[in-house]
């Protein structure tokens, strides 16, 4: 199983950045897709995720109207397109695949729902 996140880097304040999360090994669409993020001396903390099985989305209130969480079936990749980014979007994002059958949403937004981690990107937001 791997996951691979790429796509971040230094970008300015009010700037836009697209994330990808390519994976291999597993059933992409029997899982599905979180993405999270660490700031600098902070906690590992969920940003978005994508139920591939229910077709739901969801997103932290923090990123909510300026993130979007997709995914390409075909390629077994996923996205997240960051508009917006401010100095507090800072941090390393990561990719997580989950296997676990939730009845809603907000099972995948625990980091202890998911199985298999990216090693994350880095993004910069400069102000």
């Known amino acids: 199983v791997q996951l691979q996140a790429s796509g971040g880097g230094l970008v300015q304040a009010g700037g836009s950045l697209r994330l990808t999360c390519a994976t291999s090994?597993?059933?992409?669409?029997?899982?599905?897709i979180g993405w999270f993020r660490q700031a600098p001396g902070k906690g590992r903390e969920g940003v978005a995720c994508?139920?591939?099985?229910?077709?739901?989305?969801y997103y932290a209130d923090s990123v909510k109207g300026r993130f979007t969480i997709s995914n390409d079936s075909a390629k077994k990749t996923a996205y997240l397109q960051m508009n917006s980014l401010n100095a507090e979007d800072t941090a390393v994002y990561y990719c997580?695949?989950?296997?676990?059958?939730?009845?809603?949403?907000?099972?995948?937004?625990?980091?202890?729902?998911?199985?298999?981690w990216g090693q994350g990107t880095l993004v910069t937001v400069s102000s």
């Open positions: 994508i139920s591939n099985l229910q077709g739901l989305t």
């Open positions: 090994g597993f059933t992409f669409n029997d899982h599905a």
């Open positions: 997580a695949a989950s296997s676990q059958a939730y009845s809603n949403i907000y099972g995948y937004t625990r980091l202890g729902a998911y199985d298999y």
